[in-house]
């Protein structure tokens, strides 16, 4: 069993920054890839970003050139760094990473973006 726990998120007026956390119980060189999804209210969860196990990151094309993804390996961990966002950001992010072939989610974490 892998936990997965994210902390940050919050509210922030538009054009503001928040970060994510999300710190895995077990080492993430085990996955490829640990990506972050957004679910806002009514909507389906969609996939934000991804990075692999070698720094490679792809983003949805709503959020490019103004979120990033990173990872610490040593410290099991992945980061969201959100920055000019819109109120269309706001949502319930998760934290996602498939060790082996069980998937993983985080708890979620609120991000609410004031215009």
């Known amino acids: 069993q892998v936990q997965l726990v994210e902390s940050g998120g919050g509210l922030v007026q538009a054009g503001g920054s928040l970060s994510l956390s999300c710190a895995a119980s077990r080492s993430i060189f085990s996955t490829n890839a640990m990506r972050w999804y957004r679910q806002a209210p009514g909507q389906q969860r969609e996939l934000v970003a991804a990075i692999t196990t070698g720094g490679s990151t792809n983003y949805a094309d709503s959020v490019k050139g103004r979120i990033t993804i990173s990872r610490d390996n040593a410290k ?5 760094q959100m920055n000019r966002l819109k109120p269309e950001d706001t949502a319930v992010y998760y934290c996602n990473a498939l060790f082996g072939y069980a998937e993983y ?3 979620g974490s609120q991000v609410t973006v004031s215009s």
């Open 76 to 80: 099991n961990t992945v980061y969201l």
């Open 105 to 107: 989610w985080g708890q």
